[in-house]
């Protein structure tokens, strides 16, 4: 069994009164001291130790499946396989990195629709059994497998205030469930229950009680048709990031009341998520360099909204990273909050317009279009914080750029409680 010590990463555990951004800013100084200036993230464990403490109090009755996608680091991986926490896969791959940690099959669902089909015959030979469907074809291509698979069916959400729109793509809907689960029965496959994801970055917590009063309704057509349904999925879409408008108490307000209304404890249904997100973007900190600069003049002097002063120069920063990496999710997510200069800037420094572009040679990687920056040079450090959702999970490669290093740090009273939750049916060692 694989532990923590065992694999090849930079884990710092954090004495009292040091935090991760300590350590982002001792990295800098001794990567600066020896000439280097890659990008590079740090990611706090001890942060997605809170963030699962903190589930298991806001929704003490849905077991967490973390998907995979949205940040598939191994140490990740490997912390919230000793947290007890079950995993969401999409891919062979994905699967392999989840049973490389030691998690036994029963606590992975494979919750991609459309499988590729040599993928679903790895599952099935390995013993996942539990998976999505929202199609016919895909109850075909699962019967042809001849596997023993405990299906779950896909329902279509409203997910047009999420920021990640999937059920253009994915899910089923309603009026077609009867079809489907009779298509499934004909088939001779087992449907053990109903999934949706109301779409990823979700802004309306109502969304997950429409949803769930549409698995109910699901759930009942499957009674009727002689089903015993007793897994519910309710996806992902919570927020991640520190400092959100809408904090997680706000989802959890509607979707525990409503998980009492249309599953009661009494029904006897298990419920999971697949949190992607939630866990993880808070934890990681992405340092990216100043590699060039270029100053471009102003025809009129351009005024400042925030009356810092004004400037009659635009800069333009190049920075080791961008939307073929790290900003991939700048797409979906937005332009990010550039959260910190390491260099702090002096009380009456002039600030001018700026843009942040990413190191590639495509005139699109551009990472921030427009905002205010006291005058940096080449070498400086730009922080971005709170970006380990589809981060580092979407770098491409492209230009030859290679993916940032990631250093990992936990404070030492989340290492103690890693340590301690380890051995309780948990796969993952972890001493110090
Ligand atoms: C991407 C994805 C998730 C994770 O979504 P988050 O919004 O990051 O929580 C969960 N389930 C499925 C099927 C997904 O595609």
């Not at 015959?121 to 199609?135: K, S, V």
């Not at 698995?215 to 927020?239: C, H, K, Q, S």
């Amino acid at each position: 069994m694989n532990s923590l010590t065992h694999v090849d990463f930079n884990l710092t555990i954090l004495e009292e009164e040091v935090c991760a951004r300590d350590i982002v800013e001792k990295n800098i100084n001794e990567l600066s001291a020896s000439g280097k200036d890659d990008a590079f993230y740090v990611a706090d464990l001890g942060d997605v130790v809170k963030k699962h403490l903190h589930w298991t109090r806001a929704l003490p009755r849905v077991q967490p499946f973390y998907a995979v996608k949205c940040n598939p680091s191994r140490v990740v991986v490997m912390a919230l396989a000793t947290l007890g926490v079950g995993f969401d896969c999409a891919s062979k791959s994905e699967i392999q990195l989840v049973q490389s940690v030691g998690v036994e099959p029963g606590r992975i669902i494979y919750a991609h629709t459309c499988k590729q089909p040599s993928h679903l015959q790895y599952a099935l030979e390995h013993g996942i059994t539990m998976m999505t469907f929202d199609n016919e074809a895909e109850l075909e291509k699962i019967a042809h497998c001849h596997g023993h698979a405990k299906l779950v069916l896909r329902i279509i959400t409203d997910d047009s205030k999420s920021l990640v729109r999937l059920s253009n793509k994915f899910g089923a809907p309603l009026k077609k469930s009867r079809v489907l689960l009779e298509r499934a029965s004909e088939l001779g496959l087992e449907v053990v229950g109903v999934s949706f994801h109301v779409g990823s970055g979700c802004t309306d917590p109502q969304a997950y009680a429409h949803a769930l009063s549409d698995a109910r309704y699901v759930f009942d057509l499957g009674a009727e048709l002689g089903y015993n349904m007793n897994l519910l999925d309710i996806g992902g879409g919570f927020p991640g990031k520190e400092h959100t408008k809408l904090k997680f108490e706000e989802y959890t307000a509607v979707i525990n009341p409503a998980l009492e209304k249309y599953f009661p404890v009494n029904s006897g249904v298990k419920i999971i998520a697949e949190p992607g997100r939630y866990y993880v973007a808070s934890a990681f900190t992405l340092a990216a360099n100043i590699i060039a600069k270029n100053v471009v003049m102003q025809e009129q002097s351009a005024s400042d909204e925030n009356g810092i002063g004004t400037s009659d120069r635009t800069l333009m920063y190049y920075v080791n990273d961008g939307i073929h990496g790290s900003f991939h999710c700048s797409f979906t997510d937005g332009s990010p909050a550039l959260q910190s200069l390491v260099k702090r800037p002096k009380q009456d420094e002039l600030w001018h317009p700026s843009s942040i572009w990413g190191h590639t040679c495509d005139g699109h990687d551009c990472i921030v279009e427009r905002t205010l920056l006291p005058e940096l040079q080449i070498g400086d450090w730009l922080l971005f914080e709170n970006w380990g959702a589809y981060s580092v999970a979407a770098y491409s490669g492209f230009n030859g750029f290679q993916r940032p290093d990631t250093y990992y740090v936990v404070s030492r009273v989340a290492w103690q409680y890693l340590q301690q939750v380890h051995g309780q049916g948990m796969p993952v060692s972890m001493q110090g």
